[in-house]
């Protein structure tokens, strides 16, 4: 399953490669929710670019980014404090009497320091790095679909909760943010052929055991690690990842867009380097047909698959 991945950094690429136009009320939404303190994770690479965005339009956005960025400092400078006392409590502690309770105190405040620390450095620093732009199940994407005869790019949580579904579909089936193309007109029935989505990514991720990665058998009394690995088209083209997604509304709690990414049996070096799924990415050619499906003709859906993009995928461990 693809746990996760690298995406465009913001929404530019799409404008740049489909002039596709951003669903600005749905942003800001969602910056204003989490503005506001809901639990909502967006990339740092995503808030980049619309702090990078001369335009008028995207000002109450960049906005609840800000405050945003206030109230998260202010939190982290807050535990910062706390655990540096507690740090200094065991210390001394420790100059009177060495005992495990102390010592353990001492480890761990030291740790939340170090952890705290980087975390603020992360808020505050400018320079963008590859794993802002890296996404997890939770963590919102920036996703074109077609409007009304339009492109348009929507913020949407990976991990597909389907409409109609309660509100625990999520921990009941944590494995949404992934749908299978053997399953897509039997559990995902509601979305295959309806709605239809795309994602621009450069890299996916894997967790994959090492021994099955070495290609040998474990040595009695061993036991497997797990290791992620980076695969990355070894031309170094974006991929258009095919998604699928849903407008989830509930009883008195916010409306949530969230997607899928498709996934099938894996090309030779994915297999051989211990992964058993791999992304499905369209080709430019077939991007307009992909986003605009029609339930009554599912095959033509698995043609686009079946005529992917099929590039060779290049693995390292990842950083």
Known sequence: M???????????QYERMFGAQLDLPAFFDLYAGRAAGD???VPKAVDAAFAHTANPETSGICESIRRFEITQAAILEQELFKQRKRLADAQRSLQTKVTKAATESQRIASD???????????LRRTELKDRDSRIFPGVYAPIM??????????????QCRPAGKPA???????GTYNARKSSL????????GVTHGLMIVSAFYENVSRARMEHRELAPGEQDENVVLEFRPDAGEPMLVACLWSHWTGAGQPDLLSFA??????????SDAGHDRCIVPIKPANVDAWLNPSPDNLARQFEIHDDRERPYYAHRLAA
Not at 2 to 12: L, P, W
């Open 185 to 192: 007109d039997g559990f995902w029935k509601g979305q295959f």
């Open 145 to 158: 679909v077609m409007e009304q005869g339009r492109r348009v790019i929507k913020p949407m949580r990976y």
């Open 39 to 41: 639990r909502i994770k």
């Open 112 to 122: 939340k320091v170090t952890a705290t620390l980087r975390r603020l450095d992360d």
């Open 168 to 174: 625990n579909y999520d921990t009941r089936f944590p």
């Open 261 to 270: 990414a498709i996934t099938d049996e894996p090309p030779p070096e994915v």
């Open 2 to 12: 693809c746990y996760s991945a690298q995406i465009a950094q913001g929404f530019h």
